[in-house]
């Protein structure tokens, strides 16, 4: 190794967040620029050995965790608040020309940047590190075109010549596949596509001027795919060589339209649709980029596909302008829309490859989520099924078995909390115990539950054992009942819930085969399970292991760091629960009605219903746009567990979303 090389090797590549700066920097110079990055590199090594710039230690583009914003002033779809469709068509039609750029404003991509359109097809081509190198063919043949004519306006035909020539990719095979990638995920902006239907409507004149490689025919054809009719006349800076960069493009049109008309444009670039459409002669409307708008509040700690697609459908949704959506369904919408179709996804994927015979959603979580399945994967509708069962159920139902569980979650967990006796034992079921319970304690009904004498009250219930169990019975029953029509013909089954500790699918499991005898193995499958921050981190680890349960998000085994961040001691638990709430009360347990066949019951409602309906409403409009844009494109849709979690760290970060959204009744079970 030479000195030079050793010399490259101490200031560059000991640290990674310099090195990627440094690069990054290195890319963007020529010529004697060379120079002043040797002087920036000088620099990040004096801010971090000398000044101790600890940040350098990490890479700007792959931060640890990223810090992003929560918009929480109100909705967030209310930074892009304008005027109505109408009311701009009103304004606009006073003008014999109106003018409008194509990209961002009439038609939006389901991404975040349109370069993410080249990984898909790098896929399709079979061509590794594909996106980096369509961009560089790009600019390369910008550059050749300048050197011929002066002039940086280049068509696709010119840029695939460059392309084939130094990747060996047939020009006509990969133009044609990224044209059928742009006539398959373009889409009308719903905002701009009623502005512009109320102009038509009124007899004005439409013309489409754009800076873009794609001619006017592909153009064309990309807005009548994307819904709209045809527009007058189509002015194409690769077709005319002139653009609205250079602003000779404004000039071009106004020569070819008549010098004595009035113009107006819009478009969403600030420079060539605003400032240099206004130096000659026209009027211009600035319509806000969706993904300049949406940036600051859009994770980019996620893989770079589903990152960019997930960035550029809430960017064009919610700020669009059309809507101004509620806080309740942005919620769902921005945090709860990924999660959801991944975990359905993921569920999809589980099922099919472990011969599962019906899936489960438990109440109230599955709510939502049976409701996602249907819309992602309708053929499968006798397949799964939206069932009654809670923690409440659960430990009266399994109380046999788990009687462990059974006085912590009746007891324990509501030590100190002013729980009276006779709240403690209606919570329980057992009513008609209370007066033999008190009276052998020496203390009132109102005596509320303490550290001090609740070893008491268990040792009581421990000496009437079989009593406590004859309670359930009919409940045990009447669960029976409910349960073998359910499970008939089934003989394994994916029981579905968002976690954590997943005690819910492994006493169903219990329950379903040990007390009723139905011959049915259960599998537990939750979103993700108790963290390192739990009192009880390894509680379901024997269950993981052993693949009687599954988790989608993390786990001790998958995704650590995330199993690391999750904290319900925060709130985060919440903020998921969230997510899946559902407008019912919380399911009481089964009981016998006068007739001996099952009766289900519930609590009442106690959150808001119509919240939790447009926090539902939001996650499945996301949904239902992935399933729409994406179903077709396989394992390049699919959605991973680290990815679905990224968008709820901005909320997790935060410190006011609490106070915006109570939607979730989180009192301790019977309580």
């Given amino acids: 190794m030479s000195n030079k090389d050793r010399l490259y090797h101490l200031l560059v590549n000991q640290v990674p967040g310099i090195r990627e700066r440094y690069e990054s920097k290195r890319r963007q110079v020529t010529g004697i620029g060379k120079i002043g990055v040797w002087f920036y590199l000088i620099w990040l090594n004096f801010s971090y050995y000398i000044l101790r710039r600890k940040s350098l230690e990490t890479t700007e583009k ?13 909705s967030e779809s209310s930074i892009s608040g304008r005027e109505s469709p109408k009311e701009l068509a009103e304004e606009l039609a006073r003008y014999d020309v109106i003018s409008f750029d194509v990209f961002d404003t009439l038609i939006f991509r389901p991404f975040s940047s349109p370069t993410d359109l080249f990984y898909l097809l790098g896929n399709k081509l079979n ?26 306006e280049v068509n696709l035909d010119e840029i695939y010549m460059v392309l084939s020539e130094e990747t060996g990719i047939p020009k006509e095979e990969a133009m044609q596949k990224e044209l059928e990638l742009e006539y398959t995920f373009c889409f009308a902006n719903p905002y701009m596509k009623k502005v512009v239907e109320l102009l038509q409507k009124a007899g004005k004149r439409m013309i489409i001027t754009s800076d873009m490689y794609l001619n006017t ?33 404004y000039d071009y049109v106004k020569e070819q339209e008549g010098k004595e008309k009035s113009y107006v444009h819009i478009g969403d670039n600030y420079i060539a649709d605003i400032e240099n459409a ?94 996602a399945y249907h819309i992602l994967y309708p053929e499968e509708d006798k397949k799964w099924e939206y069932v009654y069962w809670s923690r409440l159920a659960a430990v009266k139902l399994s109380a046999k078995h788990y009687k462990y569980d059974y006085f912590r979650r009746f007891l324990y967990h509501k030590v100190n909390q002013s729980y009276t006796m006779k709240q403690i034992l209606s919570s329980m079921e057992l009513e008609d115990m209370l007066d033999d319970l008190v009276k052998e304690l020496g203390c009132e009904q109102e005596t509320k539950l303490t550290d001090k004498n609740v070893e008491s009250v268990k040792k009581y219930l421990m000496k009437h054992w079989e009593a406590v169990l004859e309670h359930y019975l009919d409940q045990s029953e009447a669960g029976k009942q409910y349960y073998s029509k ?53 509680a379901s680890e024997t269950f993981l292991q052993s693949g009687k349960m599954v988790s989608y998000m993390y786990s001790q085994r998958e995704n650590r760091d995330i199993w690391k961040l999750h904290d319900a001691g925060k709130g985060h638990n919440l903020y998921w629960e969230m997510l899946l709430d559902a407008p019912m009360g919380s399911f009481k347990g089964f009981y016998l009605d006068e007739n001996g066949k099952c009766r289900c019951e519930f609590k009442e409602a106690v959150t808001d219903v119509k919240k939790i309906e447009e926090v539902q409403e939001g996650v499945l409009d996301f949904v239902r746009q992935w399933e729409k844009m994406w179903k077709s494109h396989g394992e390049l849709a699919k959605i991973s567990g680290r990815d679905a979690y990224a968008p709820m760290v901005s909320v997790e970060n935060s410190k006011c979303l609490k106070e915006l959204l109570v939607l979730v009744d989180n009192v301790n079970i019977g309580g």
């Fill in 217 to 249: 025919k592909q153009i064309q054809r990309l807005l009548q795919r994307s819904g709209y009719d045809e527009f007058s006349s189509y002015y194409v800076s690769s077709d005319l060589q002139k653009s609205k960069h250079e602003g000779n493009l």
């Fill in 486 to 538: 359910i499970l008939e013909g089934c003989r394994k089954v994916a029981a579905v819930d968002i976690g954590w500790a997943g005690s819910g699918a492994v006493a169903l499991d219990y329950v379903v085969n040990q007390e009723w005898n139905l011959s049915c193995e259960v599998i537990g499958v939750v979103a993700g399970t108790n963290s390192c921050h739990n009192a009880e981190p390894d």
């Fill in 127 to 152: 061509y590794m590190d594909f996106q980096r190198i369509r961009m560089e063919m790009e600019w390369k043949a910008r550059q050749k075109k300048y050197k011929a004519e002066k002039s940086y």
């Fill in 278 to 371: 206004g130096k000659h002669g026209f009027t211009s409307f600035h319509y806000k980029n969706v993904n300049a708008v949406g940036e600051p509040y859009r994770p980019y700690d996620m893989s770079v596909i589903t990152g960019g697609i997930y960035r550029g459908l809430v960017n064009a949704h919610i700020h669009n302008g059309l809507h101004n959506y509620s806080r309740e369904y942005e919620y769902g919408y921005i945090y709860g829309g990924l999660f959801v179709t991944g975990y359905c996804q993921f569920i999809h994927q589980y099922v099919k490859e472990h011969s599962i015979d019906k899936i489960l959603f438990l109440a109230r979580d599955g709510d939502v989520l049976s409701k």
């Fill in 62 to 74: 792959y931060p640890y965790y990223e810090k992003k914003e929560l918009y929480v002033k109100g």
